[in-house]
């Protein structure tokens, strides 16, 4: 992407802004983000009664906020079902986001040293909604190994890496989306009983980084760390083996080498967008 196209996406995430703050005052750009999300958090879409109601606003202010929105095409009207659904222009915000990241200097040298130390298949990866989106993967040279599609999603319960996201989460939220969706059982390993769950997502909080052990495929161990540098895109670091390969003292090295591996990536991250070499 060149400069004059991340410019102008620059300047449409500005003219959103300022337009909703000219209109409304800049306080209402808390409530415009907060229906934006309140969209974005369902399938099928929202329509201004349901928004009104699920954030405590008056019709006319959501009603209002959400057409400026649309104009913008940051939201999107169902001319059917009077409902919105998020528009083209985020997409192209987010896009940007990610694009002035390169991965390929800033991590990969990182986890590919990683998995040369560890033998383990090393992932990056961000949260997506109720999932996790894979942006790159170094697989193990291991004959046996854990592999999976960039851009393929794995379910935010999904052991070690779901319990960082969650953790990184007020608890308020994590406890909505647990109750929400309930803890699956993917193995005999799996945590489901939530209280169990919440004491593990307090020790991820306080050690900084969260283990697997078979909770979500049997025989296989996982090790994730959170990523920083990206504000409210949440993104993390995780290496998975098999438990033949990955005994006590092998998961304790494995700890180490990720935590190591997200500090180096995230420092990394901040100098790339910071414009620094």
Known sequence: ??????????????????IIMKKYGAPSVKKAFAILSAISSSKNGMGVSDLAKKLKLAKSTVHGMS???????????DPRTKKYKLGFTLLEIGRSAYSRID?????????????????????????????????????????????????????????????????????????????????????????????????????VRKQGYAVDNEEYI??????????TGLGQLRSAIWAVGFKANLDKKKMQALIGETLQAARTISRRIQEQLLGKK
Do not use: C, W
């Open 67 to 77: 057409s400026a929105l649309e104009e913008l095409g940051a939201v999107m009207r």
């Open 1 to 18: 992407m060149t400069s004059e196209d991340l410019d102008y996406i620059l300047t449409k995430k500005f003219i959103i802004a300022n």
């Open 103 to 203: 991965l390929e200097t800033s991590a990969r040298p990182v986890t590919e040293k990683m998995m040369e130390k560890t033998r383990t298949s090393v992932f990056l990866g961000i949260l997506n909604l109720d999932q996790v989106t894979i942006l790159d993967i170094v697989e193990s040279r291991q004959d046996l190994h854990i592999t999976a599609p960039v851009g393929s999603t794995v379910p935010l319960f999904a052991g070690a890496v779901g319990k960082v996201f969650l953790a990184s989460m007020p608890e308020e939220h994590a406890a909505k989306i647990v109750k929400a969706k309930g803890l699956p059982r993917f193995t005999d390993n799996s945590i489901v009983d939530v209280n169990s769950y919440f004491n593990e997502l307090h020790q």
């Open 218 to 227: 049997l025989g296989v161990r996982a090790v994730a760390a959170p990523l």
